[in-house]
């Protein structure tokens, strides 16, 4: 909210919960921060306001734009205030802003009285319009699943501010190395960087992203990195015996659920192989994320902020993205280990590693390309997967998917087009009163 430019923009924050002090430095900052950036911030508590009310305070402020930041990922009074503006405006003709869909939910709402939603060219792909012997003009497309019109922003649609937040969870050794990072990763029983043997997978994702699928080809890939003595194609590689799978827990019968997976289906595997970390507070995250040597991404569910984090913090991510081919996900995702990624929560881990320019090295096209991209980053760990992990800690103060000030000027560019087209009063064009508003591609 901060980078804004105020000679064109003002800016209203509306909080339907109360903030309240909370053990979690973290959060009272990023409270405080909002509420600093923001050039009024207005609490709208449904406990002691109605929608009407809340409306009210709305109208009477006379925005031209409004984005909703939560959709269906949160209390259903917000979907319900966004609602009730459109109602009002059809019935009454009032001062209408332009409705805007961000971050919250990971998909179209389906709601006619959401004008826009933001997105990038990965995590939804424009339609494509040539296809060899073909008649279909659109031959692969999602986009006509999404009712808003769409603003597409360049690198990545995801925002964060991890560059002026989060700097101090960084470790003097984050490139890696260094006796800091090695006692924090004997506090979590990770094997230290002094083990030439060691690497350490991780996915601190919430555990219900991770999908049967998935959790098989790390433990195929685990398998192979411990027992690769075995595999041909890697014999001549150093020996990687204490290769360990670092998930998050969120409870005893997780844990339990998953090692007993390995127990049953992999015997070679010993049980501490898996090693589970608590949920901890938002500091220690991400000092403890640096630990990590390889974060993956969960396919079905990709990491968003949790991506940002461990790119932030010098940790490559795997991540999968189908082919824009036409292929249907009936024709694979039912094998035996492939895995869809149609829908816009499984393509941001793609967009996060363009915006941190790892896309060539870590995007997979299947699920057998990212069992193999972790095995040859173990068994390379002083090679080109080094280098890969210098290559992203070296890059992060310039690149795009952490410039948050070019993130919001790129933004501003798509609100300034919304406001010439809606026109001065606001009161809705006849392509809004049809409900029907073009894609804005915001070029950089």
Same mark, same amino acid.
């Given at each position: ?12 924050? !509306? ?5 309240? #002090? ?66 009002? +405006?059809?019935?009454?003709?009032? +001062? ?16 006619? !009285? ?13 339609? &494509?319009?040539?296809?060899?012997? #073909? ?19 360049? +690198? ?10 989060? +700097?101090?969870?960084? $470790? ?30 991780? %996915? ?30 890697? @014999? ?16 005893? @019968? ?36 640096? %630990? ?5 991404? &969960? ?44 829908? $816009? ?7 996060? $590693?363009?915006?941190?320019?790892? !896309? ?11 069992? @193999? ?18 290559? $992203?800690?070296? #890059?992060?103060?310039? %690149?795009?998917?952490?410039? &948050? ?40």
């Amino acid at each position: 909210f901060q980078y804004h430019d105020r000679d064109d923009f003002e800016i209203y924050t !509306y909080s339907l919960n109360r903030p309240m #002090s909370t053990k979690n430095e973290g959060e009272d900052d990023e409270v405080t921060a909002i509420q600093n950036g923001s050039d009024c911030f207005k609490l709208l508590p449904p406990s002691e306001l109605s929608l009407l009310d809340m409306a009210k305070q709305i109208q009477d402020d006379e925005l031209h734009i409004i984005v909703d930041l939560c959709g269906y990922a949160g209390t259903s009074k917000v979907a319900e205030l966004m609602s009730l503006l459109k109602q009002q +405006h059809q019935q009454q003709q009032q +001062h209408f802003p332009v409705q805007i869909s961000y971050m919250g939910f990971p998909g179209s709402s389906g709601a006619p !009285y959401i004008d826009y939603m933001i997105v990038d060219d990965i995590v939804v792909p424009p339609p &494509t319009h040539q296809k060899s012997g #073909s008649n279909d003009n659109e031959w692969w497309s999602v986009r006509k699943w999404y009712t808003e019109g769409l603003i597409y922003m360049p +690198h990545c649609y995801f925002v964060n501010s991890h560059l002026h937040c989060a +700097h101090d969870a960084l $470790l003097p050794s984050h490139d890696g190395r260094g006796e800091a990072l090695d006692k924090r990763k004997n506090r979590y029983g990770l094997p230290s960087n002094n083990d030439n043997d060691g690497f350490v997978f991780c %996915c601190h994702s919430r555990p219900d992203k991770i999908d049967p699928k998935t959790f098989r080809v790390w433990l195929n890939a685990l398998d192979r990195v411990r027992h690769h003595n075995q595999d041909q194609q890697h @014999e001549n590689m150093p020996r990687m015996n204490n290769a360990v799978l670092w998930l998050l827990k969120s409870c005893d @019968e997780m844990e339990d659920n998953l090692r007993l997976i390995v127990k049953e289906e992999y015997p070679n595997l010993s049980q501490e192989a898996l090693i589970f970390a608590s949920i901890a507070e938002r500091n220690e995250h991400l000092s403890r994320l640096a %630990c990590a040597d390889l974060f993956l991404d &969960t396919p079905s569910y990709n990491a968003h902020t949790l991506g940002c984090d461990a790119l932030f913090v010098g940790v490559p991510m795997i991540s999968l993205l189908r082919p824009d081919n036409g292929e249907r996900e009936d024709d694979y995702v039912n094998s035996n280990t492939e895995i869809g990624t149609t829908k $816009l929560a499984s393509r941001v881990g793609a967009s996060l $590693l363009r915006a941190a320019g790892m !896309y060539d090295e870590m995007v997979c096209e299947d699920m057998i390309s990212y069992e @193999e991209l972790m095995v040859s980053c173990a068994l390379n760990k002083d090679g080109w997967y080094d280098h890969a992990r210098q290559k $992203l800690i070296s #890059s992060r103060e310039e %690149c795009p998917l952490f410039n &948050t000030k070019r993130w919001v000027q790129n933004l501003e560019l798509a609100f300034r087009e919304i406001a010439w087209n809606s026109g001065d009063s606001f009161k809705g064009s006849e392509r809004r009163r049809k409900g029907t508003n073009d894609d804005i591609l915001i070029l950089d």
